[in-house]
């Protein structure tokens, strides 16, 4: 158990719908990371958040967003879903910058 | 973006075999990680190393970032060891973690 956990498992919705996905980090981390994991594309990195502060973006659609709260726990939110969104969504967190990342369980996501 | 490259990209083992699995990359990079994804789909990470060598139980990692590779050995392999193991690595003006393709281990009683 690395710590890091993600509601819910799994999720299963139409295209065109919009969904949320949450992450906390490890105790004390305060970057979290949120990644996609799908056949075609392998292991992407999507976007980062740093105490509160949007740090990197990766191949992250514009029809997706994510925000970090106060008590440093994180939510993606997909919307406009198309089949091609469906994949393994994980959430990491670390420390700080360039430090060991923590994954949680991934969110898979089938949109049908 | 920065390239990753790991070799080779399946690799079957007989149980008690040593193996080595390589990543290169195409810049300088100040954070290497290796991963291993077990069969239920579970990242762990392994190994934060963006320099020299590192040992934990039966894994040790050793990177050579002025040659840009990462080289990571399981000795004495367990079928527990089996799943892929993926090496990422972050340029050195960058905050993003790009992963390679992956190497799948499969280790067989």
């Known amino acids: 158990d690395s710590g890091v956990t993600q509601t819910p498992k799994h999720l299963i919705t139409a295209t065109g719908q919009r969904v949320t996905l949450r992450c906390s980090p490890r105790?004390?981390?305060?970057?979290v990371y949120w990644y996609q994991q799908s056949l075609d594309q392998g292991l992407q990195f999507l976007i980062q958040y740093y105490n509160g502060e949007e740090r990197a973006k990766g191949n992250i659609l514009e029809r997706f967003s994510a925000q970090q709260f106060p008590d440093l726990h994180s939510e993606l939110n997909l919307s406009s879903l198309e089949l091609g969104d469906s994949a393994l969504y994980f959430c990491?967190?670390?420390?700080?910058?360039?430090?060991?990342?923590?994954f949680g369980p991934g969110t898979r996501l089938t949109v049908t | 973006g920065i390239q990753v490259e790991q070799s080779p990209p399946d690799l079957i083992l007989q149980e008690g075999a040593n193996s080595t699995l390589r990543c290169n990359f195409s810049?300088?990079?100040?954070?290497l990680q290796w991963f291993h994804q077990n069969p239920w789909g579970q990242l762990i990470n392994l190994f934060y190393i963006p320099s020299g060598t590192k040992q934990n139980g039966r894994l040790s990692a050793t990177t050579v970032a002025t040659e840009r590779y990462s080289l990571l050995y399981i000795s004495s392999s367990q079928t527990t060891d089996s799943g892929v193991y993926f090496c990422a690595v972050e340029r050195s003006n960058d905050y993003k973690l790009s992963f390679g393709a992956g190497t799948t281990v499969t280790v067989r009683a």
């Open positions: 105790s004390g981390d305060l970057s």
């Open positions: 990491a967190s670390s420390v700080g910058d360039r430090q060991a990342q923590y």
């Open positions: 810049d300088s990079v100040n954070n």
